[in-house]
């Protein structure tokens, strides 16, 4: 159920539903539930719960959902690494590109920055010079708020199938930074590239 929308709606979900580890998400939700009881956490973390929702459930275009994704995951990537894990230093961190902050992030959950995408999408991918996950994710956002109208570097120049793949890949990295912040260690579902109802552990508890 969605507050803003007013009625249950279907959305696509990291978690297990054919195996979930109970044990791993009990924890998970202990973590969720001390974080909401908190009062120099629970703002940030419900800001973080909307956004995430209304990115996964589209509530307004593809674009605006990786608008709302890269926000979100920016300011998981603070909560992590600053206020939570203390990795690195304020000025440090904040100096840094949001490429950048995203790559810190993922390396800090031990996930590998770079992407692999099928056959039929490598020509695609390549053709617009993608580094690494977190460089196209990043890429991909500034057509969708700096556009420049009628010119190549305009989202409506991307083919749809990309657009859709980068938002996965944005939520799935949410998916990934919640996770972690709530200290969940058991199986999930990766969203990016394929949806798969395979079950995956975290890569921190590998």
């Known amino acids: ?10 959305s696509i979900s990291w978690f297990p539903i054919f195996q979930p580890d109970i044990p791993a998400t009990s924890i998970a939700l202990t973590h969720f539930d001390r974080l909401m009881r908190d009062p120099r956490w629970q703002p940030s973390v419900r800001r ?8 996964n459930m589209l509530a307004t275009d593809v674009a605006g959902s990786i608008v709302l994704t890269l926000t979100c995951l920016e300011m998981l990537a603070w909560l992590i690494c600053i206020e939570d894990r203390h990795l ?15 790559r810190f992030l993922l390396r800090a959950m031990g996930v590998d920055p770079s992407i692999s995408v099928s056959r039929d999408r490598e020509r695609s991918w390549s053709m617009l010079g993608f580094v690494d996950g977190p460089d196209a994710f990043v890429k991909i956002r500034n057509r969708c708020v700096h556009p420049k109208i009628g010119g190549a ?14 938002w996965a890949l944005g939520l799935w990295y949410c998916d990934l930074a919640l996770l ?15 949806y798969q109802w395979d079950n995956f552990p975290v890569p921190w508890a590998m």
């Open 1 to 10: 159920y969605s507050p803003l929308h007013g009625t249950w709606k279907r």
């Open 48 to 55: 973080i719960i909307q956004w995430y929702c209304m990115a």
């Open 88 to 102: 690195v230093g304020r000025t440090r961190f904040g100096n840094m590109g949001a490429t950048d902050r995203i």
């Open 153 to 166: 570097h305009s989202i409506e120049n991307v083919d749809m199938s990309i657009v859709i793949d980068i």
């Open 180 to 194: 972690f912040l709530l200290h969940y260690e058991g199986n999930y579902r990766r969203r990016f590239i394929d």
